[in-house]
């Protein structure tokens, strides 16, 4: 492959809806789409490169045309484009198992995380009892100023300042983590006030 992601290819209906696949036949030439994180990409200098890249930028030129979703309403999103490209090229995404690549979003918070020491620890909701980590995480998100990203951040201003590992996730975690913790614990309790009350069997 000249050009690939960590994703899955899925039917054009997961993608665009069942009353838009025969737009996205017609339109594109593709028949599957891919589901991707835009966080890693591999790319091989060659024509065929250029070509998918060239058929990016064609799409992006009637982007809001075609009703692509702008990224907090202003940016353009790179992963719809590089998808057509990719797919109307015969390229195919390396599959994705879980294990490569994650994102942080508002609802699925990393149980642990560090930055320095490339650690992501997760505990997924549907199973508590299987826990995953990837090996690259993706920052972006709706508030880059909320936890964690400030956490990290401050964890690698600390580290540029000269601080020990050890000291500075010390720091992090006693002046940020922790306290985010408690209060999101106390937060989600006083959503159902009746959850203070002890259980009385």
Known sequence: ??????????????????????????????????????GLYYLKRSVLTSDIYTTARKISKKYDEYGFHRIHGDWKNE???????????????????????TGISAFRKPKKLNVIKGLIFFEPKNNPHEHNSQLLIHFGGNNLNSFPYISQRI???LNQLGFPTFLATLIVNLCINVPFHFLNYFRKKYKNPHSLLPKIN
């Open 1 to 38: 492959m000249d050009v690939t992601v960590i994703g899955k290819t899925v039917p054009l209906a997961d993608y665009w809806g069942e009353e838009n696949v025969k737009f996205a036949k017609g339109e594109f030439k593709i028949d599957k789409s891919i589901m991707f994180n835009g």
């Open 79 to 101: 992963e719809d484009l590089v998808s057509i490209g990719m797919i109307s090229h015969g390229q195919l995404p390396i599959d994705d198992n879980g294990l490569f690549v």
């Open 155 to 157: 964890l690698l201003q």
